[in-house]
């Protein structure tokens, strides 16, 4: 297999760069959401909580604003207190390391994986491209050792 070069390192490394930027924005923005809608489900709730209990009084409506409030309050602390379960940020080569962990010398499933994490990559068109050329010239241990000398070119680039 070629080795990488200067120009297609520095490629792979600010496609891998801007990927992982343009993650961490997409984690923020879920952030500033999930906190705007936990706080106004708490604000809902305590004007529910107030109404059923200054105004409304005992009776059934007492109870169903009750209800209502405490239900709001529940989404709204479990929203402002709770860390979301957001996938982590990784790269292709990053999947592509994870997979050559994962399997070690069974090459077929290191292909398969391989080939569905570049699917899944999209974004990263350069370093795709390098791991289909070597996909579709090497087989077996050859695969895998193509595989693994890729992931510590970019590792090095990084």
Known sequence: M???GY?????????RISKLVSRAEEVREA????????SVC?????????????????GMLYAILGAIGSFFMGI???LLL?????????????EIQMILLKHGDDWVKVR????????EHKDEAFLASRVHSILSTNEGKGLIEALKNLVQEVRGAG
């Open 112 to 119: 398969d994986e391989t080939e569905e994490a570049v699917e």
């Open 76 to 78: 709204g602390f479990y």
């Open 42 to 58: 708490l604000i809902v709730a305590v004007f529910l909580l107030l109404i059923s209990w200054v105004i409304v009084g005992i």
């Open 7 to 15: 120009e297609e390192l520095e490629r792979i490394r600010s496609e």
């Open 2 to 4: 070629k080795s990488l």
């Open 31 to 38: 952030e500033k959401r999930r906190k705007l809608v936990g």
């Open 82 to 94: 709770t860390e979301p379960k957001f996938r982590p940020c990784s790269t292709l080569i990053d």
